[in-house]
């Protein structure tokens, strides 16, 4: 999908306008047919853009560095682990928690469609839905995480999750060093939403420190 | 089907290009695409395998060509045409022009929660017994459905090993095509690089799909 691909940008806006009026047109059929209410659709809009994102996961990745037990029973079976904290429904109702080691690294992709974890990581950015990385995430790994500036030592096996069923996957990274008697809220801090993808690595205490 | 969208394992794509501080939309119509989307599920009468089909159901340069919302956008006017619940006359025109059909129900603003929290489970009840068990080598079958299938080509014809019995769930080839939900047993298969790309394919990587039994023989 070109995307958001700037050397296409006339050709790109002029497409955009049209879809932009049908866009517009419909919701007009829509709710004047009473098929959609317009206040419903707002409040869907503001779902996705305040309240259910990354930082939802980060709580749950954070309660798991912090607590042994929470971390079993997130393993263990993660849906019920996950809505322990609120998190539940829709494009998650069936989790799974994917643990990184030293030895193996874990790494999620949907090459047929869109398949992410929305109640603990929100809407997926866009290059999660391209091409790009649909394609290479199952062929070339070490590539892609390249693409993130992401190296991972030679040995260590890398995991592809490649989500064809209703079962969402959420990468539980590894705690960094040097956060000992850390508070939760501290964690979640280091959390990144492409470490629960396992496109990146957790932020480094330094990091934050900045 | 063997279309745009099965894309595992194709080249040419380019580098993954991560964009900084990314917005959840990328404007106003993405956000009213996404929730038309949404809210039309309900009152729309299809499924979610139904959704994936019309998505991925065009020629495969179109498909690469569009945007992931306009893909979404596309395929909600083609559902809603198809169901005669809208007409091109009344797209082309912004308004209404023939009286509605009668739907099942309106998400209300009021429903939004619980709807969202509730989602769509796809795990059933069954009294079969799963034909794998965890550690059998199964060959993933030669399938090539014109329909919609969720067995990704690069995996057809090569042999992994069942990692896990996840359960019963919907059958999205059938459940696309309305021919109900017909629930199979769902099993994640874990394959070794090398099995699915030869020498080019990383020698530390594994691949899992997750399968269902109909995709599936003992190898």
Redesign the interface.
């Known amino acids: 999908?070109?995307?958001?691909d700037h050397d296409h940008h006339d050709h790109d806006h002029s497409?955009?306008s049209e879809?932009?009026l049908?866009?517009?047109?419909?919701?007009?059929?829509?709710t004047?047919?009473?098929?959609?209410?317009p206040?419903?659709?707002?409040?869907?809009?503001e779902?996705?853009?305040k309240k259910v994102?990354p930082r939802n996961g980060a709580r749950v990745v954070a309660k798991a560095w912090a607590d042994p037990t929470y971390r079993a029973r997130l393993l263990k079976d993660a849906t019920p682990a996950i809505a322990e904290i609120g998190y539940?429904?829709?494009?998650?109702?069936?989790i799974v928690a994917l643990e990184n080691t030293p030895q193996l690294h874990n790494m999620v992709?949907c090459?047929?469609?869109?398949c992410y974890p929305w109640p603990v990581l929100?809407?997926p950015?866009?290059?999660y839905?391209?091409?790009?990385?649909?394609?290479?995430?199952?062929?070339?790994?070490?590539g892609?995480l390249a693409?993130?500036g992401v190296t991972l030592p030679?040995?260590?096996?890398?995991?592809?999750?490649?989500?064809?069923?209703?079962?969402r996957y959420l990468v539980l990274p590894m705690r960094p060093s040097g956060t000992d008697g850390w508070s939760e809220e501290k964690l979640a801090e280091l959390v990144t939403r492409?470490s629960m993808i396992g496109?990146g690595l957790p932020k480094s205490p330094k990091d934050i420190a900045k | 089907m063997n279309g745009g969208q099965d894309l595992g394992g194709t080249h040419g794509h380019g580098p993954v290009k991560p964009e900084l501080n990314e917005p959840v939309f990328h404007g106003e119509w993405e956000k009213r695409a996404f929730a038309l989307t949404l809210a039309m599920g309900m009152p729309g009468g299809w499924n979610i395998d139904m959704s994936r089909f019309a998505r991925e159901n065009r020629p495969p340069g179109e498909y690469l060509s569009m945007t992931y919302y306009q893909i979404w956008f596309a395929a909600l006017e083609t559902m809603l045409k198809e169901r005669g619940l809208v007409a091109e006359d009344e797209i082309a025109a912004g308004h209404s022009l023939h009286p509605p059909k009668p739907v099942k129900r309106v998400l209300s603003p009021g429903d939004v929660e619980k709807t969202l929290h509730r989602g769509g489970p796809t795990e059933r009840e069954t009294n079969t017994a799963a034909a794998f068990k965890p550690g059998d080598k199964v060959r993933a079958k030669n399938l090539n459905p014109p329909t919609h299938t969720r067995l990704p080509r690069y995996v057809r014809g090569h042999i992994g090993t069942i990692e896990r019995i996840i359960g019963c769930h919907v059958f999205p080839d059938s459940n696309a095509m309305g021919a109900g939900e017909n629930p199979q047993w769902l099993y994640t298969v874990r394959f070794d690089g090398h099995e699915l790309w030869g020498d080019e394919g990383d020698p530390t990587s594994k691949v899992s799909v997750d399968a269902w039994e109909p995709y599936l023989e003992l190898a």
């Open positions: 999908m070109s995307g958001h497409e955009l879809t932009q049908r866009v517009r047109a419909l919701e007009t059929v829509l004047e047919k009473g098929y959609v209410d206040a419903a659709l707002d409040l869907l809009i779902t996705y853009e994102g539940a429904g829709r494009q998650g109702e069936h992709v090459t047929l469609c869109s929100g809407l950015p866009v290059w839905k391209s091409a790009p990385y649909r394609s290479r995430a199952v062929l070339d790994p070490r892609v693409d993130f030679k040995e260590t096996e890398i995991r592809i999750w490649d989500s064809t069923a209703e079962i492409d496109t």
